[in-house]
C-alpha cells in the first residue's frame, strides 16, 4: 500500500530564505508527483506535476525534484515572501492512474 | 490553466436533510472525477473516483448509499449527501483529471449540519 510521507510537519523561516520540503512514498511504481498548495479553509491549488519519467519542474521561484528510485521529492522555494505561508501537500498519482495519494501536508509560515 | 468549479461554496443543514454538491470542469473535459473530504488539521481522503457514464469507484469505508455520486457528463460530477448529521460536517473538495493525468481540484464546499 502506497504511503506518502512529508518532512518537516511545519516549518517557520523569515523571509527571503530558500527552503526545501520532503516528500517521500514507498511505492516507486508512480505515473506521476504532484505538488499542492493550500490556503487555510480554501481548496488545492496545483503547483508543479511531474511525471515518472521527469527528475525536475520549475515554475517561477519553485522547483521540484522527482527521484523515483529512492522514493523522494523535493520542492525548493527560492527568497521565500510572506505569502507562501501555506500547506503543501505532496501526492502521487498511482501507476494505473485510478489513485492521488496525499501526503499530510507540511505547513510553512514566512515572517516579514 | 485549468479551473474546477464546486457550488455551493458553504452549505448549513438541518440533520436529516439531503445536500447536493456540484462539481464542475469548465474548460476541459474530465475522464475522472474525484470526491475528497477533510476533517480539519487533517489531509484530503479519498471518497470516491468516478468516471462519465459509469457508476462510481467508493473507498473502503465510505458508504455509498450515503453519498451517492452521479457523474452525468465530462464536465459535471455531483456529489449527494443523503440524510446528513453532524458527523457528516466537512470540506468536501472534487477533482477532476484531465487527459494527460493531471488533476485539478475545486474551491470545495463547507457543509455544517446542525
Known amino acids: 500500500k502506497q504511503e506518502v510521507t512529508q518532512i518537516p510537519a511545519a516549518l517557520s523561516v523569515p523571509e527571503g530564505e530558500n527552503l526545501v520540503l520532503n516528500c517521500s512514498f514507498t511505492?516507486?511504481?508512480?505515473?506521476?508527483l504532484q505538488w499542492f498548495r493550500q490556503d487555510p479553509g480554501k481548496g488545492l491549488t496545483s503547483l508543479l506535476l511531474?511525471?515518472?519519467?521527469?527528475r525536475e519542474q520549475t515554475s517561477g521561484r519553485l522547483n521540484a525534484s522527482l527521484d523515483k528510485s529512492s522514493g523522494r521529492s523535493t520542492l525548493y522555494i527560492a527568497a521565500s515572501q510572506p505569502g507562501d505561508s501555506a500547506t503543501y501537500l505532496c501526492?502521487?498519482?498511482?501507476?494505473?492512474?485510478?489513485?492521488?495519494?496525499f501526503g499530510k501536508g507540511t505547513t510553512l509560515s514566512v515572517s516579514s | 490553466g485549468a479551473v474546477v468549479s464546486q457550488h455551493p461554496s458553504r452549505v448549513i443543514c438541518k440533520s436529516g436533510t439531503s445536500v447536493k454538491i456540484e462539481c464542475r470542469s469548465l474548460?476541459?473535459?474530465?475522464?475522472?472525477m474525484f470526491w475528497y473530504r477533510q476533517f480539519p488539521k487533517q489531509s484530503l481522503m479519498l471518497m470516491a473516483t468516478?468516471?462519465?457514464?459509469?457508476?462510481?469507484?467508493?473507498e473502503q469505508g465510505v458508504e455509498k448509499d450515503k453519498f451517492l455520486i452521479n457523474h452525468a457528463s465530462l464536465t459535471l460530477s455531483t456529489l449527494t449527501v443523503t440524510s446528513a448529521h453532524p458527523e457528516d460536517s466537512s470540506f468536501y473538495i472534487c477533482?477532476?483529471?484531465?487527459?494527460?493525468?493531471?488533476?485539478?481540484f475545486g474551491p470545495g464546499t463547507r457543509l455544517t449540519v446542525l
Open positions: 477533482s477532476a483529471r484531465d487527459r494527460g493525468g493531471e488533476q485539478f
Open positions: 511505492d516507486s511504481a508512480i505515473y506521476n
Open positions: 511531474i511525471q515518472s519519467s521527469q
Open positions: 501526492a502521487v498519482l498511482n501507476q494505473a492512474g485510478t489513485a492521488l495519494i
Open positions: 474548460d476541459f473535459q474530465a475522464t475522472t
Open positions: 468516478s468516471n462519465e457514464g459509469s457508476k462510481a469507484t467508493y
